[in-house]
Every structure is written in structure tokens, then in C-alpha cells.
């Protein structure tokens, strides 16, 4: 039995070592991205609306988390989405989908338990009684589990074939509005 529990920033960073663990068994990430991986994560926790949902076990540990966050002017990713959606379909199209958004940060299920789920079920719960108007997320470009949740519950391409700067990896740009279609 999976119990879904919101927390906020204080309980995500002191749990870090957990999410990094989650992080690293769903994403297999190469070992020399996880000290900056888990900067930029500790970064997120100060974020604006900061929020954090675990999927736990009945001993309390989890296996699986999402979080995310108000997104605004002066935050890496969202800047550098906003130019490229302005620069695609215009500034109107870039404030209606940034003007006021969560911007879904990370969201992952412990091999062991995907498939359960507990994905859709983290979503849901992340995005529930969110204030904004929609929420936001980038993701492979690829036809993963990932890609094929966040088009179930909702989302639309923004943005496909995206590189980031400094990067080479090709992600989709992902919107929705909020809330939520009922599921
Ligand atoms: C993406 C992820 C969070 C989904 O969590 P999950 O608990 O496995 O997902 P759920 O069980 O809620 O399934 C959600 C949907 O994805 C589908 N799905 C699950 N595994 C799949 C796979 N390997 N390929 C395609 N679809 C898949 C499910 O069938 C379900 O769709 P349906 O209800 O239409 O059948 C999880 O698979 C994961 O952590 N993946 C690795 C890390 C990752 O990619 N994180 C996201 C980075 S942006």
C-alpha cells in the first residue's frame, strides 16, 4: 500500500540523500552529473511555492517523488524556455504559458515500483489546488513512460527537438493548463 504525502522545502532537503537515490535508480544518470544534479535539486527547494509529494511504503520510505514550484523571471529553466517558446510563437504565447505557471521540476518512480500507478498518482496530487494557471515541464524527447503520462494527464507539446544551452540531449517542452483534467 502506497500512501501519497505532500511535504514542503525543510522535509525535501532533509531528505535529499532518499530523492538523490530515487533519482539515480529511475534516471541512471552518468555518476559524474550527481553532485550537480543534487546542487541544482537543493537549489529548487528555495524556490517560490515549493512543493514536494513522496510516494511512501508503510515503513515510511519512499519510492517515488515529484516536486515543483511558481515559475518566474530569473530562474534558469524558465527563462531559457521562455525566449525559445517567444521566439517560436511569439511573446503572448510565452506569457500565457509562463506568465503564471508550476513548473514541474522532477517526478520519478523507483524502478521496483513503476508501472503502479504511482506516477499518474504523484502528478494528480502535485498539480491539485495549485494557484497557477498552468503548469510546465520538460522532458526527453523520446517515446518514454514519461512522455506518454504527462500526454495522459494532459499535456501538450510546447516546444519539441529542444536543446538546452550547453547541452546536446533533444526534450519536449510540455503544458497544460490547471487544474487538471478530472482523471
Ligand atoms: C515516468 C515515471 C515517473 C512514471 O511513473 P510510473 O509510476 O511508472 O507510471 P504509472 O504507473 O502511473 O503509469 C503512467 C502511464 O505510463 C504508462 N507506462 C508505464 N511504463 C511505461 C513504459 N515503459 N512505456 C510506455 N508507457 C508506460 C502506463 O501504462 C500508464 O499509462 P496508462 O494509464 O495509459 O496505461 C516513471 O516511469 C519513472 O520514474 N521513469 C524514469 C524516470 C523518468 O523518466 N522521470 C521523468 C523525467 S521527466
Given at each position: ?9 525543510a ?14 535508480a ?23 511555492a ?14 517515488g517523488?515529484a516536486y515543483?514550484?511558481h ?28 506568465g503564471?505557471s ?9 524502478p521496483?515500483?513503476?508501472g ?28 518514454t ?6 500526454r495522459a ?13 550547453g547541452?546536446?540531449?533533444?526534450y519536449?517542452?510540455a ?9
Amino acid at each position: 500500500m502506497i500512501a501519497i504525502r505532500g511535504t514542503g522545502s525543510a522535509e525535501f532537503t532533509d531528505r535529499l540523500e532518499s530523492v538523490m537515490g530515487i533519482y539515480t535508480a529511475a534516471m541512471k544518470p552518468p555518476a559524474d552529473q550527481l553532485a550537480g544534479r543534487q546542487a541544482i535539486m537543493r537549489g529548487h527547494g528555495a524556490n517560490p511555492a515549493f512543493r514536494c509529494l513522496f510516494a511512501e511504503l508503510p515503513d515510511g520510505r519512499a519510492a517515488g517523488f515529484a516536486y515543483g514550484f511558481h515559475g518566474q523571471a530569473g530562474q534558469w529553466w524558465h527563462d531559457v524556455v521562455y525566449r525559445a517558446l517567444a521566439e517560436k510563437s511569439g511573446l503572448q504565447v510565452a506569457d500565457a504559458w509562463l506568465g503564471d505557471s508550476l513548473e514541474v521540476a522532477e517526478i520519478h518512480v523507483h524502478p521496483d515500483y513503476q508501472g503502479k500507478g504511482i506516477g499518474r498518482a504523484l502528478i494528480h496530487a502535485l498539480c491539485e489546488g495549485r494557484p497557477e494557471r498552468s503548469a510546465v515541464l520538460s522532458t526527453h524527447d523520446q517515446p518514454t513512460a514519461a512522455r506518454h503520462l504527462y500526454r495522459a494527464v494532459g499535456f501538450t507539446d510546447l516546444l519539441t527537438q529542444f536543446v538546452f544551452p550547453g547541452g546536446y540531449e533533444h526534450y519536449a517542452i510540455a503544458g497544460t493548463p490547471l487544474p487538471l483534467p478530472p482523471r
